[in-house]
């Protein structure tokens, strides 16, 4: 069926990097616009990034602009989240999520992946 | 960025009463085509979030039609005729009519 999987997640010490991929299956990835949005624990939902079907428009949150880059692989049907320079403030579930096509809403959204900074 | 401000952030419900939440913003949501760029998510305990609402009224896949969302331009709102137990979450409102996507603080639905 339509899903997304995250991956990638984990611990890691103030001031280093990690990939996180999302892996989508059963729907046309290469022309749908990806998301990814996390949550800090106990907290509420924080939007990261965007990243178009097709063009250079990308996205950030300006929490995570500069350190954060959103990629993707067609080849693969991946997304991913290069994450440098993380700190403390970064540990949270990131999911990745599908906007729906013409809808201006997320309608598919992954597991999540826990990133602890720590 | 646009600010998404939701009340209430706590809503106890009794199971078959209505329920309400409601969600502005400081600029309007109204986008040039007509549309309201606003949705509705709900996240379950242990789950991720699930769409509820997309374009402020439009019902996603397979929600029940328990569920309404109405409003224009800044303030919206989220109604449940009758909850269920099953209804117990966080309700989130989001705007996507800037690029930089910005959600509301959720409201958490409690069964009383």
């Known amino acids: 069926q339509v899903q997304l999987v995250e991956s990638g997640g984990g611990v890691v010490q103030p001031g280093r990097s990690l990939r996180l991929s999302c892996a989508a299956s059963?729907?046309?990835?290469?022309?749908?616009?990806m998301h990814w949005v996390r949550q800090a624990p106990g907290k509420g939902l924080e939007w990261v990034a965007v990243?178009?079907?097709?063009?250079?428009?990308?996205y950030y949150a300006d929490s995570v602009k500069g350190r954060f880059t959103i990629s993707r692989d067609t080849s693969k049907n991946t997304l991913y989240l290069q994450m440098n320079s993380l700190r403390v403030d970064d540990t949270a579930v990131y999911y990745c999520?599908?906007?729906?096509?013409?809808?201006?809403?997320?309608?598919?959204w992954g597991q999540g992946t826990l990133v602890t900074v720590s | 960025d646009v600010l998404m401000t939701q009340s209430p952030l706590s809503l106890p419900v009794t199971p078959g009463e209505p329920a309400s939440i409601s969600c502005r913003s400081n600029?309007?949501?109204?986008?040039?085509?007509?549309?309201?760029?606003l949705d509705w998510y709900v996240q379950k305990p242990g789950q991720s979030p699930q769409l509820l609402i997309y374009?402020?009224?439009n019902r996603a896949s397979g929600v029940p039609d328990r569920f309404s969302g109405s409003g224009s331009g800044t303030d919206f709102t989220l109604k449940i005729s009758r909850v269920e137990a099953e209804d117990v979450g966080v309700y989130y409102c989001?705007?996507?009519?800037?690029?930089?996507?910005?959600f509301g603080q959720g409201t958490r639905l409690e069964i009383k």
């Open positions: 999520a599908r906007e729906g096509t013409g809808i201006h809403a997320l309608d598919i």
């Open positions: 059963e729907f046309t990835f290469s022309t749908s616009v």
């Open positions: 990243m178009p079907s097709d063009g250079p428009n990308k």
């Open positions: 600029e309007s949501l109204l986008f040039s085509n007509g549309n309201n760029y």
């Open positions: 374009l402020g009224s």
């Open positions: 989001m705007q996507a009519v800037r690029a930089l996507i910005t």
